[in-house]
């Protein structure tokens, strides 16, 4: 025996009142097989419940992933650790976990082109995500346009109270391009305004000795990296490009290794 039709027009309006679609969606279907299986009261309340709740965390984490603008999916699992011996397993492992986005500590990634700091960047970006934590990605060059912009109209201020919102801000390639003063100096105020507040994730090719030459001027290089590296891990990753060396393996391997070594 279904619901009557007043019961189904209720249950609907309830949903819509609970901005609860998937309840909606669901409750009927889930009754036939609480009924088919003997389920109790509150086994078919918390199976209605416990999908309209996970289709609720799916969506949130699709919408952070899409508005943290990633430039491309990469996850921290096609993330090769075996081709980066110089990254300690056992910090890739406790940064995967987010709880350093809790405490509104940072992570450097430092080292030379093609070692995997923007996949890594990415990839923890993806895992705060799925945490719960709204993300942000933009290069260096573009954190910095977005301040400039907000500078000329007077919204500085603003704009950085606004991105405290965002729990997670990833500074991808600090370095590939030189800063004048007054872009090194909104930098600096974005460094401090997140400072203790909210994580910060920066990626750049040059090592901090060579920051001064970025934003033009040593003392603010080392104000800016003083406050970036208080509470933070700061991970060296070295070796060759891996698409260089992915591309020399393969020319190195035998045509169509055939079948392999089982
Ligand atoms: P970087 O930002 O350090 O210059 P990228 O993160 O852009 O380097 O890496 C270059 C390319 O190589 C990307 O396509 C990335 O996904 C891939 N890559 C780098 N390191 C690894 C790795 N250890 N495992 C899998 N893919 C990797
Ligand atoms: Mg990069």
């Given at each position: 025996m279904g619901a009557t039709t007043d019961t189904a027009a209720t249950l609907g309006y309830l949903a819509r009142a609970l901005k609860a679609p998937t309840i909606g969606r669901v409750w009927e279907q889930l009754a036939v097989t609480a009924r088919d299986e003997g389920w109790s009261h509150e086994d078919y309340l918390a199976a209605v419940l416990q999908r309209q709740v996970a289709d609720r965390e799916a969506n949130g984490t699709s919408l952070r992933i899409a508005g943290a603008h990633f430039p491309a999916v990469k996850t921290l699992e096609d993330f090769n650790v075996d081709h980066q011996p110089s990254l300690r397993r056992d910090v890739l492992a406790h940064l995967a976990t987010t709880t350093w986005i809790a405490k509104a500590e940072n992570v450097i990634l430092l080292g030379p082109?093609?070692?995997?700091k923007t996949h890594l960047g990415i990839g923890l970006g993806i895992k705060a995500c799925h945490a719960g934590y709204p993300t942000a990605f933009d290069t260096a060059t573009g954190w910095a346009s977005r301040l400039q912009t907000a500078h000329q109209s007077g919204r500085l201020e603003h704009e950085l109270k606004r991105l405290r919102r965002y729990r997670l801000l990833i500074i991808d390639e600090v370095g590939y391009l030189p800063f004048d003063a007054d872009t090194a100096n909104l930098f600096f105020q974005l460094i401090a305004a997140r400072y203790e507040q909210g994580s910060i994730l920066v990626t750049s090719n040059m090592p901090f000795g060579r920051w001064g030459e970025i934003f033009a001027d040593d003392i603010v290089a080392s104000a800016m990296i003083d406050r970036l590296v208080h509470h933070a891990e700061v991970l060296t990753l070295a070796g060759d490009s891996y698409r260089t060396r992915a591309r020399r393996e393969l020319l190195k391997t035998p045509t169509a290794a055939s079948g392999g070594d089982r």
């Amino acid at each position: 025996m279904g619901a009557t039709t007043d019961t189904a027009a209720t249950l609907g309006y309830l949903a819509r009142a609970l901005k609860a679609p998937t309840i909606g969606r669901v409750w009927e279907q889930l009754a036939v097989t609480a009924r088919d299986e003997g389920w109790s009261h509150e086994d078919y309340l918390a199976a209605v419940l416990q999908r309209q709740v996970a289709d609720r965390e799916a969506n949130g984490t699709s919408l952070r992933i899409a508005g943290a603008h990633f430039p491309a999916v990469k996850t921290l699992e096609d993330f090769n650790v075996d081709h980066q011996p110089s990254l300690r397993r056992d910090v890739l492992a406790h940064l995967a976990t987010t709880t350093w986005i809790a405490k509104a500590e940072n992570v450097i990634l430092l080292g030379p082109p093609g070692v995997g700091k923007t996949h890594l960047g990415i990839g923890l970006g993806i895992k705060a995500c799925h945490a719960g934590y709204p993300t942000a990605f933009d290069t260096a060059t573009g954190w910095a346009s977005r301040l400039q912009t907000a500078h000329q109209s007077g919204r500085l201020e603003h704009e950085l109270k606004r991105l405290r919102r965002y729990r997670l801000l990833i500074i991808d390639e600090v370095g590939y391009l030189p800063f004048d003063a007054d872009t090194a100096n909104l930098f600096f105020q974005l460094i401090a305004a997140r400072y203790e507040q909210g994580s910060i994730l920066v990626t750049s090719n040059m090592p901090f000795g060579r920051w001064g030459e970025i934003f033009a001027d040593d003392i603010v290089a080392s104000a800016m990296i003083d406050r970036l590296v208080h509470h933070a891990e700061v991970l060296t990753l070295a070796g060759d490009s891996y698409r260089t060396r992915a591309r020399r393996e393969l020319l190195k391997t035998p045509t169509a290794a055939s079948g392999g070594d089982r």
